[in-house]
């Protein structure tokens, strides 16, 4: 079974930083390409970027609200995504969902998310 | 980036009844188009990918047409559990974007 287990997120004050962490179980990570989603309270989704698989480099590609500020990364030997937030503003509040890119290239897979609220 | 645009904003249908809903793109996305589920409380959950294929497990009660810039899902007799906000999503182009939402409430 198929599962993404999201951790890390909390209260920070803005400015400051905070990692999230994606535990993936159920599949091989390694061979699919991750994508961080966010959702602000009682607002619709917005994707947050994306990180290919290994065999596709790896790269990554970012929202512009975020770009500069957030980094995707993975470890595939522990089978983990992790979204670094630096520079955090207010308007980054929101519920974090971590997902898979399925082959189709649809987001096939959502864990339960994670809050991280920006706030002093 | 492509600004996806879903219509109405609600949606009130009867249990057992049919419900549209449409979701149009700013420019082509061709047929990739994905549509989603969510519930109160709940992550999202993948229905319809490719513009019109069922993911595995949706009941085939769910329908998914269209390509381009015009796209639509159809619930062909709404169950209790379908009523839920439902978001498109386009991944042609990067950004990845998504609409805005249609919340389906029972009437």
């Known amino acids: 079974e198929v599962q993404l287990v999201e951790s890390g997120g909390g209260l920070v004050q803005p400015g400051r930083s905070l990692r999230l962490s994606c535990t993936a179980s159920g599949f091989t990570f390694g061979d699919y390409p991750m994508s961080w989603v966010r959702q602000a309270p009682g607002k619709g989704l917005e994707w947050v970027g994306f990180i290919r698989s290994k065999p596709f480099g790896g790269t990554t590609e970012y929202a512009a609200s975020v770009k500069g500020r957030f980094t995707i990364s993975r470890d595939d030997s522990k089978s983990i995504a992790y979204l670094q937030m630096n520079s955090l503003k207010t308007e980054d509040t929101a519920v974090y969902y971590c997902?898979?890119?399925?082959?189709?290239?649809?987001?096939?897979?959502w864990g339960q998310g994670t809050l991280v609220t920006v706030s002093s | 980036e492509i600004v996806m645009t879903q219509s109405p904003a609600t949606l009130s249908v009867s249990p057992g009844e049919r419900a549209t809903l449409s979701c149009r793109a700013s420019q082509s996305v061709s047929s990739n188009l994905a549509w989603y589920q969510q519930k109160p409380g709940q992550a999202p959950r993948l229905l319809i990918y490719?513009?019109?294929t069922r993911a595995t497990g949706i009941p085939a009660r769910f329908s998914g047409s269209g390509s381009g810039t015009e796209f639509t899902l159809t619930i062909s007799s709404l169950q209790s559990e379908d009523f839920a906000v439902y978001y498109c999503q386009q991944y042609n182009n990067w950004p990845i974007t998504f609409g805005q939402g249609t919340r389906l409430e029972i009437k």
């Open positions: 490719g513009a019109s």
């Open positions: 997902t898979r890119r399925g082959g189709i290239a649809a987001l096939d897979y």
